[in-house]
């Protein structure tokens, strides 16, 4: 039967945090419920889906009041929730796609025959058109994503939760998932709590919608339509993505500008085996170039080849001399200190990229590697902290920060001495429409300081600011 969802003063804090991710919270979701969670980037939101999922252990923080699920503790009901992850990759088990995609509903005894039947369906239903034997591993993020919803899916729970579903997904995906989605809790009765900063997206497909603020304080609640039409505007100037209310950047007018690298014949892969022709360009400095394309066509691969993270298959990639200063070769030829202060990539799973114990080690790092003074480092550490709304997690470590909050250090970190090219894949997925804001006014000002940045995404309104684009298509590249 359907779950239903209860807190009653419910409060949890990560160990070693100091302040409460969320604290206080009264939250009742009926049976069957198909409810869109929404708040600033921060405001507890994942945490809550985790703690429903049973997947908050005593040891990871406290917590006080009471979250129950049917009455009872999350943790002593396994197989109740299915969640699908913030980071797709953190939710790949098993090597094969078709066993991942198997493993949630194995576990819960369901026979050989049924599972089989399952997964088919499942993978089928989020669109993801690859032989079982596929390596997940080697699955781009957004098929990932589509991937781990299969697997929960697979499992039939009576509760689906979902955070961030589709952030890593190209436009047709977005609607091809949440239709399965829809099409999985209409068939199941499964109640839905669906975590997604952009309302446009779910406000078909759910009944009631519920805004969180800082430190889980229910600022809103009730049918979407209604809590739109009468706090729209309360509710964007918090942050959420409230349809019709994008929000606006501000850039100085763009000067004359140069190439700071262009390509030559080139086919970009993953283990020598061409995956992408990409035609003679130039990307110029100073200027935002966008890759879009549908999920697994090799935006990622492209700019990690262009970041010298991944050989060429074929072909050249040229770094001018102003970005080569002196080196020869391309930047798959240059060491890891020559790539210091030309070339900085920030990866789709921002976990993979940190380095140190603490927020302000981190937005330190490539200060201290280029030997600023320590004046110079805590200046502009402090303000990428206000920018980025870092300053309470100052001295949190990296890993325990939200999705989004991950996301915005990691740029940040990047951007704390702007390269002369940034490769950036999805750098702004899970963000509310503030944050979003500032993180696009910091990368727009390291490009108008002559940094040229070229961002992996599916986000549009980014792509709306962008001053260029490269649009890949199945086994090509268009300039756009």
């Keep these: 039967m359907p779950a239903v969802v209860e807190a009653r003063g419910w409060g949890w804090r990560h160990a070693g945090r100091r302040p409460w991710a969320v604290d206080g919270l009264d939250l009742e979701v009926a049976a069957g419920e198909r409810v869109l969670l929404l708040g600033p980037s921060g405001s507890g939101k ?75 369906a499942a993978l089928a239903a989020v669109g993801l058109d690859v032989p079982l034997d596929t390596a997940a591993t080697r699955l781009s993020g957004g098929r990932q994503q589509r991937l781990a919803l299969a697997g929960v899916l697979a499992m039939r729970p009576d509760l689906v939760l979902l955070d961030e579903p589709t952030a890593n997904l190209d436009p047709a995906g977005v609607l091809e998932v949440r239709d399965a989605v829809a099409g999985a809790v209409d068939a199941t009765g499964a109640t839905l709590i669906v975590v997604e900063h952009r309302v446009a997206v779910w406000a078909e497909v759910v009944d009631r919608v519920v805004v969180l603020g800082p430190g889980g304080a229910l600022i809103a609640d009730g049918d979407p339509a209604a809590v739109l039409e009468a706090q729209g505007r309360f509710l964007a100037d918090r942050g959420v993505w409230v349809p019709g209310r994008s929000p606006a950047v501000r850039r100085a007018p763009l000067a004359p500008s140069a190439p700071i690298l262009s390509t030559e014949r080139l086919v970009v892969g993953r283990d020598r085996r061409g995956v992408l022709d990409v035609p003679d360009t130039a990307l110029p400095a100073a200027r935002l170039t966008a890759l879009t394309g549908p999920n697994g066509v ?136 503030l944050t979003w804001a500032a993180l696009v006014a910091l990368l727009l000002e390291g490009v108008a300081e002559g940094s040229a940045a070229v961002a992996a995404t599916h986000d549009p309104e980014l792509v709306a600011v962008a001053d260029g684009r490269v649009a890949l298509e199945r086994e090509r590249a268009v300039l756009a």
């Design 298 to 433: 090799g935006k990622t691969t492209l700019a990690l080849t262009l970041g010298g993270l991944l050989p060429p298959v074929g072909g050249r990639v040229l770094p001018a001399p102003a970005l080569a200063d002196g080196l020869r070769g391309g930047p798959w030829s240059w060491r890891s200190r020559e790539l210091l202060g030309r070339v900085s990539v920030v990866f789709q799973s921002p976990q993979h990229q940190f380095l140190t114990g603490t927020v302000r080690d981190e937005l330190a790092v490539g200060l201290r590697a280029l030997r600023r003074t320590p004046a110079e480092v805590a200046a502009r550490v402090d303000e990428l902290l206000e920018r980025l709304d870092l300053v309470r997690l100052a001295e949190a470590n990296p890993f325990t920060l939200s999705g989004g909050q991950q996301r915005r250090l990691s740029v940040g970190s990047a951007l704390a001495v702007p390269p002369r090219l940034l490769l950036l894949d999805e750098p702004t997925f899970g963000q509310d429409a």
């Design 46 to 120: 994942s945490t809550l889906l985790a703690a429903l999922a049973g997947v908050l252990a005593e040891d990871q923080g406290e917590s006080r009041g009471s979250l129950t699920l049917d009455g009872r503790q999350p943790r002593a009901v396994p197989g109740r929730a299915g969640l699908v992850l913030q980071d797709p990759q953190s939710q790949v088990i098993l090597p094969r796609v078709g066993d991942d995609a198997a493993f949630g509903a194995e576990n819960l005894g369901v026979p050989a025959d049924e599972v089989r039947a399952r997964v088919t």
